[in-house]
Antibody
Framework: QITLKESGPTLVKPTQTLTLTCTFS??????????VGWIRQPPGKALEWLAL???????RYSPSLKTRLTITKDASKNQVVLAMTDVHPEDTATYYC????????????WGQGALVTVSS | QSVLTQPPSVSGAPGQRVTISCTGG?????????VHWYQHLPGTAPRVIIY???ERPSGVPDRFSGSKSGTSASLAITGLQAEDEADYYC???????????FGGGTKLTVL
C-alpha cells in the first residue's frame, strides 16, 4: 500500500523560503519509471501542478514558478523535498505530494495535503 | 488560465447522465498524451477515477467512463448520485510545458 504525507510549516512570512517534505512508503524512488510530484490548490481555486521528480533524478517544473522552485529526493529516506523561495500571500494553498509512474502519467496516490498560509 | 479547458460547472438530476469536456491542443492531448480524471471532494485528497483516457481503477464504479478524440477528452457519469457532487479535473502532459498540466476544474452539482 502506497502512502504519502506532507510536512512543513503552516505559516510562512512573505519573502521567506517555504520548504515542504513528502515522506512516503510502499514504493521506492529507485524503481524504474517512478516519480513524485507536488500539486497545490489555493483556496477556492483549481489544482496547480508545481514540480515532479523521477527515479532517475529527471526534474520538471511549472514554467510559471520554475525560478522559485527546487525539488530534490532522498531515496534512502523515502523523502522528496520541495523548496519555494520568495513566497507571496498568493502562495497560500493546500500543498499535496503524489506518486506517479511515468508509463501512465497519472497521480495514483496522494498525500492528505498540507495547508500553508503566507502572511506577515 | 489553464492549458486544458473545462466548463466551470455542470449539473444534473439524480439518475441522469452528465459529461465533462476537457479541451487541449496539439502539444498535449493532440500529441497523444494520455488524459486522466480526478474527483476532488472538499477536505480530501483528489483521487483518480479515470486514467490513460479510458481505464478505471479498481473500486471506481462503472458509472464513470472516459473517452478521448483528437485534442479533447470527456468524462461521462451515468446514473448520477448525490455522492458524485464534487470537483472534477482532467490532467495530461504537455510538450511545451515539458510537464504536467491540469484543467481548470468542473464543479458537478447534483440537483
Amino acid at each position: 500500500q502506497i502512502t504519502l504525507k506532507e510536512s512543513g510549516p503552516t505559516l510562512v512570512k512573505p519573502t521567506q523560503t517555504l520548504t515542504l517534505t513528502c515522506t512516503f512508503s510502499g514504493f521506492s524512488l529507485t524503481t524504474d519509471k517512478v516519480g513524485v510530484g507536488w500539486i497545490r490548490q489555493p483556496p477556492g481555486k483549481a489544482l496547480e501542478w508545481l514540480a515532479l521528480i523521477y527515479w532517475d533524478d529527471d526534474r520538471r517544473y511549472s514554467p510559471s514558478l520554475k525560478t522559485r522552485l527546487t525539488i530534490t529526493k532522498d531515496a534512502s529516506k523515502n523523502q522528496v523535498v520541495l523548496a519555494m523561495t520568495d513566497v507571496h500571500p498568493e502562495d497560500t494553498a493546500t500543498y499535496y505530494c503524489a506518486h506517479t509512474r511515468a508509463a501512465t502519467g497519472n497521480f495514483d496516490s496522494w498525500g492528505q495535503g498540507a495547508l500553508v498560509t503566507v502572511s506577515s | 488560465q489553464s492549458v486544458l479547458t473545462q466548463p466551470p460547472s455542470v449539473s444534473g438530476a439524480p439518475g441522469q447522465r452528465v459529461t465533462i469536456s476537457c479541451t487541449g491542443g496539439s502539444s498535449n492531448i493532440g500529441a497523444l498524451y494520455d488524459v486522466h480524471w480526478y474527483q476532488h471532494l472538499p477536505g480530501t485528497a483528489p483521487r483518480v477515477i479515470i486514467y490513460s483516457n479510458t481505464e478505471r481503477p479498481s473500486g471506481v464504479p462503472d458509472r464513470f467512463s472516459g473517452s478521448k478524440s483528437g485534442t479533447s477528452a470527456s468524462l461521462a457519469i451515468t446514473g448520477l448520485q448525490a455522492e458524485d457532487e464534487a470537483d472534477y479535473y482532467c490532467q495530461s502532459f504537455d510538450t511545451i510545458v515539458s510537464g504536467v498540466v491540469f484543467g481548470g476544474g468542473t464543479k458537478l452539482t447534483v440537483l
